[in-house]
C-alpha cells in the first residue's frame, strides 16, 4: 500500500502564494500519475490538476495559469505552487496517485491539507 503525505498547507490573503508538497512512499513506475483534488465544505470533490509520469500535465479551467504541478526529481514527490490565491480557492487539497494513468482514477489518497484563502 502506498501512502501519500501532503504538506503545505496554510492561510493567505487573497493574491498571495502556497506550495503544496505531496511524498509518497515508493516511486511508482511505468505510466505513473499524481494529481491534486480539492474540497470545499459542501461540495464535490473536484479536479485541480494532474501530471503524468512523462510529464504531461492538465488543469482545471479555475485555475490555469496560477497553479503549476510539477514532479521532484526522485519521482515520489510532487509540487503545486499555488499563485495568485483567490478566496474561493479555499478548501481541503487532496494528494492522489495512481499506477497506470487512465484519465482522473486514482489508487492511493493523502489525507489532504487544508488552504484558506482570505479576501
Known amino acids: 500500500q502506498v501512502r501519500l503525505v501532503e504538506s503545505g498547507g496554510g492561510s493567505v490573503h487573497a493574491g498571495g502564494s502556497l506550495r503544496l508538497s505531496c511524498v509518497a512512499s515508493?516511486?511508482?513506475?511505468?505510466?505513473?500519475?499524481m494529481a491534486w483534488l480539492r474540497q470545499q465544505p459542501g461540495k464535490a470533490r473536484e479536479r485541480v490538476a494532474l501530471?503524468?509520469?512523462?510529464?504531461?500535465?492538465e488543469y482545471a479551467d479555475s485555475v490555469k495559469g496560477r497553479f503549476t504541478i510539477s514532479l521532484g526529481n526522485a519521482k515520489n514527490t510532487q509540487y503545486l505552487q499555488m499563485n495568485t490565491l483567490k478566496p474561493d480557492d479555499t478548501a481541503t487539497y487532496y494528494c492522489?496517485?495512481?499506477?497506470?494513468?487512465?484519465?482522473?482514477?486514482?489508487?492511493?489518497w493523502g489525507q489532504g491539507t487544508q488552504v484558506t484563502v482570505s479576501s
Open positions: 492522489a496517485a495512481a499506477r497506470s494513468c487512465v484519465g482522473w482514477y486514482f489508487d492511493y
Open positions: 501530471i503524468v509520469s512523462d510529464g504531461t500535465t
Open positions: 515508493e516511486a511508482l513506475s511505468g505510466r505513473s500519475c
